[in-house]
């Protein structure tokens, strides 16, 4: 499975942005697909998943009211729809995907990056 994300940027303080990961490769119709992020000199964090098939969603408690992830399973796509961005948002995202379990499969990261 390989994963591309894409959509971070440099926002101010309040702004919206929606990051954006395309996936492809093996059959992934049971995988769950996840955001993760990582601020410089921190531990990878936990952002949010959805469960391909069924949609199930969890959030990371720095997610909880402001994210919300999202798919198109038609155009293999999963979307991470971020409201109220705040500077303790920034950090490098992840996409990544696993068929159960540790995520195994993860994408480049993209770079969002909020001014206060």
């Known amino acids: 499975v390989q994963l591309q994300a894409s959509g971070g940027g440099l926002v101010q303080a309040g702004d919206s942005l929606r990051l954006s990961c395309a996936i492809s490769?093996?059959?992934?119709?049971?995988?769950?697909m996840g955001w993760f992020r990582q601020a410089p000199g921190k531990a990878r964090e936990f952002v949010a998943s959805i469960m391909w098939d069924i949609g199930s969603i969890s959030y990371g408690d720095s997610a909880k009211g402001r994210f919300t992830i999202s798919k198109d399973n038609a155009k293999n796509m999963v979307y991470l729809q971020m409201n109220n961005l705040k500077p303790e948002d920034t950090a490098v995202y992840y996409c990544?995907?696993?068929?159960?379990?540790?995520?195994?499969?993860w994408g480049q990261g993209t770079q969002v990056t909020v001014s206060s």
């Open positions: 490769g093996r059959d992934f119709s049971d995988y769950v």
């Open positions: 990544a995907a696993t068929p159960s379990g540790m995520f195994r499969y």
